[in-house]
């Protein structure tokens, strides 16, 4: 279903009583009682979760998996999958320049790549009554997950050209995955770069924001929005390249102080945030998630353009009991 987007987005912004728009997505296992390897493994499986998800929860929008490996995996990198985690990359793919040099593009649809696309065509066309946001990852964050993420920030200094070839190579085929995600029906992508929220300002102006700028150039539309999400401790030093990407909106993690970046953000650009997804969804209670929530808001709210949010993609074993609890909690302040 095409929405005008950009409206979607000022109304939301703009909105006196706004809903929350955690990412949310995983813990739908646990609502169909099946494991990670079995949600990543099936479109309808997916489109199944999103659905049951959106029936359970006033969200702004429903929002598909963060899953970073589905794009390392296609261009050849190993994943370790848990039944109860999100799947990780193991080891690299690249070492060297002319290993980078050598490193084929993969066609979108290869690997997994081809099922969580048919899952968005499935979930946009049985969610009709919000947008339908697609999750991929950024393409420094891809970048250094072939390199090794541990290595990734050495390279930039060591191996600049080697890691501006990969760049080059993860940003073609990241705009065509998003392309593929927008002709299947999706309002949308949250592009994740968290591995960027580790770099200094140089070289997160080098490395990331100009290759995101090309993807939000190439994709974004009146239909369909980027949404920038960036969980990293750094993000508020590096605010200035992440907003000269263009995208839509800002999604930040609980690694930062909402408050103080909201004092560096446009009023008229909406920022999410930032309820920690590990230490309240997973680990936390009702009534801990209650009074984080709370606190943001309160923190948060008197910028209109801020909504809530969780940090980053809610682990797939949180308990639904909070999950609950943080959206009575969102209800909560604003019947107060």
């Not at 390897?37 to 997916?46: G, N, V």
């Not at 969980?231 to 408050?259: E, K, P, R, V, W």
Request: proline fraction near 5%; charge should be negative; include cysteine.
């Amino acid at each position: 279903m095409k929405r005008d987007m950009k409206k979607w987005l000022c109304d939301l912004r703009d909105a006196p009583v706004k809903k929350a728009l955690p990412v949310l997505s995983f813990p739908s296992i646990q609502l169909m009682g099946i494991s990670v390897r079995e949600l990543i493994s099936d479109s309808e499986t997916q489109a199944q979760g999103m659905k049951l998800v959106a029936d359970r929860t006033d969200a702004a929008a429903s929002v598909s998996m963060m899953d970073l490996s589905v794009e390392a995996e296609c261009f050849g990198s190993q994943i370790h999958v848990e039944d109860g985690e999100v799947p990780t990359v193991v080891g690299s793919v690249v070492s060297s320049e002319a290993e980078a040099e050598a490193l084929p593009v993969p066609p979108v649809g290869a690997g997994r790549t081809g099922i969580y696309i048919e899952a968005i065509r499935k979930a946009a066309e049985r969610i009709e009554d919000r947008p339908v946001f697609a999750g991929v990852i950024g393409p420094f964050s891809l970048a250094g997950r072939l390199m090794d993420v541990t290595e990734a920030m050495i390279y930039c200094y060591e191996e600049p050209d080697m890691v501006h070839i990969l760049l080059r190579k993860a940003t073609e085929f990241l705009i065509r995955y998003c392309e593929a995600y927008r002709e299947a029906g999706a309002s949308g992508v949250v592009i994740a770069e968290p591995l960027a929220g580790l770099l200094s300002p140089a070289l997160a102006e080098e490395f990331s924001g100009p290759y995101v700028k090309q993807i939000v150039d190439a994709v974004q539309d009146e239909s369909f929005l980027v949404i920038y999400h960036n969980c990293g401790n750094t993000t508020i030093q590096t605010i200035g390249s992440i907003l000269a990407t263009g995208a839509a909106a800002y999604h930040f993690g609980n690694a930062i102080d909402m408050a103080e970046m909201l004092k560096l953000i446009p009023e008229d650009t909406v920022v999410m945030g930032n309820i920690d997804p590990a230490g309240e969804f997973k680990n936390g209670t009702p009534e801990s998630i209650r009074a984080a929530t709370l606190g943001v808001m309160k923190a948060c709210c008197g910028h209109k353009n801020f909504v809530i949010s969780s940090g980053c993609d809610i682990p797939p074993l949180s308990r639904w009991e909070n999950i609950d609890a943080f959206f009575a909690a969102v209800e909560e302040f604003y019947r107060s």
